[in-house]
């Protein structure tokens, strides 16, 4: 199963300027087989994007959790969850 799943953001710490690009990155510690990777908002079970990494041009609404989800098929894991807050 998928471990270590960890999410770093660009820029840092996720304090982004209004109508700047966001950039998020997905890693993965352990894990073996095709993992598939979606990105989730708090409280939204939608997925937001698909694929290790995830690019958002904020608005004024994108302030919030962001978690990536990674699953092998079998089971998942998630990363700890980022706050993003738009300046």
Do not use: I, K, M
């Not at 095709?34 to 995830?54: D, K, M, Q, V």
């Not at 608005?59 to 989800?69: A, H, I, K, L, P």
């Amino acid at each position: 199963p998928p471990s270590g799943v960890s999410l770093s953001a660009q820029p840092p710490g996720g304090r982004v300027a209004l109508g700047d690009l966001l950039v998020l990155s997905c890693a993965v510690a352990a894990g073996t087989g095709p993992l598939s990777f979606s990105w989730h908002r708090r409280g939204s079970a939608a997925p937001l994007g698909t694929g290790p990494r995830l690019e958002l041009r904020v608005g004024d609404e994108d302030s919030d959790q962001y978690q990536c989800r990674v699953t092998d098929g079998d089971s998942a894991a998630e990363s700890p969850p980022l706050n993003v807050t738009v300046l």
